[in-house]
């Protein structure tokens, strides 16, 4: 029997089994006050708070406590309600509490029990700690005078995060978050996903960006999708009177645990980059500004009159706008690409050559976290794509083993393995490891023989056996490709390794949107007469700039100004990530939806129709 | 002829009462002497672990006559050697006197000793613990070689149930039983953890049984080891033991290169090897499921139970984890069989308990009794309250247990009867408090202790015992309102029923127990403003002098910390504004004219 069945408050109840009395409860609408009990987060039973009476003798914490046939829990005696009042004042008096000076006053979760335990006295003095509060981050401030110690923020940077950048030090009254080994956070570890503040109770942890912006409850939420990288996390995005006032992540149940990276939860609030409201025109080095209708004139003369055109998409929009984009380009007889789309011609490429069949590729990137041994290629996805990295942490906290492969320093370096710096980390190494598995077992001496013959070659014979063994001996091993990796030859010689050994590949494209697998890219020219660029929120910009430096006439649209709009011949508004509506592809492949969060505020309501508008006029 | 042996204890309080300087200067004499001879030097003097008497260090024994000398200072060392080694002639003076003013020639007729029985400490004092020879020639070893050669499995853990040991690390868990689920699990690994963490403040039991025996903890492990089906020890000693930790490293060294610890031990096929892990020492770290974790190299913070240890255990793998001293029981027992030790001690506790005690009696230092010796017997081994003072309770069990009045002084020791009497037996502390003690200061000194060691995950751990404190000092700072004793109680209660762990529920039995046995000193202090023993200084009322009495010698006057005495007519007079209460002046008055308060 999977199900259990006991009585709570005199109320008979069935539960499966294995979930704890909270969960059950919950589940029936019974709800046990509580702080430190996370649902993406590990029980440790911290606050007890939600301490039960079982079986009329024990008292439990119940977010610990596992449901089970017979049980008796009472949730509302007279003594829990004293003891939970104690401790509740207890927390409130001991810290600094004064709700009226707090950035989460109305959002706080131990402001909400001393409201609904209507504790209006106090029987012991305020303790007026002083610790000192670390505000040295871009985005973070910590203030453990206003941490009640629940620990929910140390688990997250640890289980979810897989970073341990916070942990518990101290004993007694002296016990707080510490960072690193007593750092600031500004100086620390810390990858800025802001996973703490997401999940702190109280106002401890908060974001800088969403100061005085507004209390949370009482904002709109949209739930949407985050379009910064293919990972295409959940975000629910909290707004006032048409304002962003917070973005956390939504996706608490799967695996990611509703985590964000920065590029998700504060770059976008981040970004002050003044807004495009019309059409500029750089003539004759004269700036002037003209109207939407004007600047579609001018793009289309410019694009009807010339024969070279290029023109380049961000990777960060949606399908829709994608595609939109793309006609009204091909209409004009332009060559059109997508930022990454080069990658992905390399692979297709590669993958006809050597046979390789899709089955070889992750569908799930959550895998990551089941395999025995992942072998990285380029270790710049810990910035590239932090929430894959936070896999790849968790993994090896669990006994995963890790490779890396860089040419530079190991951003992994406490995560992994074994790792390997070689300056030109793909084609070489991975050549010389393919043979081996070829030819079967070889020794150091011969493979030394080998890499003298092969001269250049300046890959140890030691790391080549452990790559071997360690493939040799996995059951399930995943090769993960950075975005760095772009040339043919080295993703061959990756690909061939994974069909050999039957290991999974993540390869990982710097753009977001997987949609572009399915758009027909062909490169542009690289001294086009035109250069026509569809930005994004994007920061890396670089690729984008080169072309438009050998363009004899750019048009770049842009939601905001940035070194790239200034480079241009004439520049067109756009809209930002949260004005856009449409789908995504998430690296997964699964469609997801892009909500509108907030009305347009540039110099273009839909871009769609102005690219329809566009295709028309050739 | 008779060779001599020279025993010098080198036990932790020894050492520093400068054991080895005493060491140095026998040696000297001896060569002086040229008695390398008849006394090899190497072999002659031995170091061992605690004797014992610890207020009597340093201290030697020859044998093999087995006179006992102690509270040695260098300059008796010549005269032992001239006359007792030189001349066979035992130098009265320099034996102890025992309680009734008698000099006592042999260890064994101590009244200190006498009245012991010694099982765990049964070496301890005896042969010196870095030479595994020595404890081979008491027998070391030959129980684990009955066990492992001799005995099934089930039989060794059948024997360790029959004998109704019970741990010693404080909650009283029955061994063998704990063996039994440990045994009945099916894993592909097991392992066997002793405790050493010993942190209650004051305690030193586990400490000197790891420094004067450390063969016989591993021994302990390794049957355990055998009967459970592990192969793999861990000792876990806090950092602040280095005697400790040497003599267990030479010992682990000296076992696995003589071939009682490593692969296939008595040609049995069984595996058993022995690790040393040492603690930051957090006293947090003790509680098993901390500990666990900090052997893990993880943070020391206790976890939620069950599952229990021995399912779950050291990386999830089925952990039998016993105190030091309920391992330094299991080779007695498998040697003399359960019967032997059912025949020590009561029923519900067989065996023995060592404790160390310390406070107002004569004599402090490990004392180790049958189960069952009453309170009473304890404290006149120890040689009574001292200074001819009056008893006023006793703390039993440290920071988790409670005081005990004059009232229960004939209750035996045992698990069962402390538990009635309203504190529980504890790893061993024992601190006898004369009439001069104040019960208030007694609770702080312990409540100030656990605030400071809680690990900080609870809120009525880490915040109510701080709150506790706080209400403790402001009524021995005279400012205790009526209310106050109620919110002790209240918070006591909280804090009891809602912490996670042990050190948060037991934290406030101290102030509990003195509340209940002497809420009458409490009272005082916070509606008199009083604190009737004088300890709390804030309280204690401006002394004066006795006209009449004083003797004008002037003494006080020379003591006093702040300048508060003059000289007046015939008398000297203290300026009750600048006089703090300190009592200095009324220790050396020669007379006895200067009292606290008004005169009286
Ligand atoms: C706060 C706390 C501190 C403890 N400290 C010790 C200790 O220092 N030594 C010890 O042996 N047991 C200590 N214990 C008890 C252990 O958790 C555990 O019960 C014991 O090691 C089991 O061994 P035993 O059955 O042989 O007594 C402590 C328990 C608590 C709750
Ligand atoms: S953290 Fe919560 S309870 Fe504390 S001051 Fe802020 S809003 Fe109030
Ligand atoms: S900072 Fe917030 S989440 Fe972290 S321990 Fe303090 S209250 Fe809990
Ligand atoms: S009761 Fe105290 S020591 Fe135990 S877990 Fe809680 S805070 Fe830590
Ligand atoms: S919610 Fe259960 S102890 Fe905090």
Redesign the pocket.
Known sequence: MNTVNFNVDGQDISAKKGMTVMEACEEHGITIPKLCQHEALENVMACRLCSVEVNGKQILPSCGLQVDDGLKIQTQTDHLKKYRRKILELIYRSENHYCMFCESDGDCELQDLMYEHEIDRFEFPRMYPEWPVDSSHDYIIKDSNRCIRCGRCVRACDEVVGNHTLSLGGRGINNRIIVDAGVPLGESTCTSCGMCLQVCPTGAIFSKLSMFKGVKKECDMTTTTCLSCSMGCGTNVYTKTGHIVEIEGADIHKESGGQLCEFGRFKPLANKGERIKNVILREDGEEKELSLSEGLEKASEMLVKSYRISAYASGDLTCEDLDAFAYAMRAHGALFDVVGAKRHRFETEVKRRINMIEGHFVTDIREIMKADNILLYDTSIYHTHPILASYIRRATSNGTKLITIDAYEDKFWNHSDKSITIESPKTQLTRLVNQVIKEGKASIEDLSRVSSILGGLRVHPKDVMEIVNLLEEATYDIIIIGDEIIDRWSLRHIFELAKLEGSYVISLNHAGNQYIKNLETEGVYEEPEVAYILAGDEEDQADMKELIEKADFSIVQSARRSELTEMADLVIPSLTMFEREGTTIDINGVKNKVERITEPKGGIRSEIGFFEELAKMR | MVRKEILICSGTGCLSAGSEEIEERLMDELWKHELEDKYPLTRAIKRTGCMGPCNLGPMIIIRPEDTFYGNLKPADVERIVEEHLLKGRVVYDLLIEDIDGRRVEEFEKLDFIRGQKKVVMRDSGDIDPSSLEDYLKVDGYMAARKAIMDMERNEIVKEIKDSGL????????P?GL?WELAAKEISDQKYIVC??????PGAFM?RSVLEGDPHSIIEGMMIAGYAVGADQGYIYVRAEYPLAIRNLQKAIRDAESEGYLGENLFNQGFDFNVELRVGAGA??C????A?LSSIEGKQGR?KYRPPYPVQSGLWGKPTV??????FGNIAMIIKYGSEWFRDIGTEGSPGTKVFAVAGDVENTGLIEVAMGTTIREMINIAGGVADGKRFKAVQIGGP?GGVIPEQYLDTPIDYDSLKEAGTIMG?GGFIVLDEDTCMVDVAKFFLDFTQDESCGKCPPCRLGTKRMLDILDKITKGNGEAKDLDKLQDLAETIQATSF???GQ?SPNPVLSTLKFFRDEYETHVHDKKCPTGTCKALVEAYTINEETCVTCGRCIEVCPVDAISSGENTYVIDPEKCISCSECAKICPVDAISEGDEK
Request: charge should be negative; proline fraction near 3%; aromatic fraction near 6%.
């Open positions: 019970r741990g010693r690390g404080g909650a009283g868990f061994t704990k405790n050493g963490d010993e942190g209650d586990d006293f947090v003790g509680e098993e499921t500990l206790p984890i016993n105190n030091v001293e309920t988790a790893s762990c042990g050190l037991a």
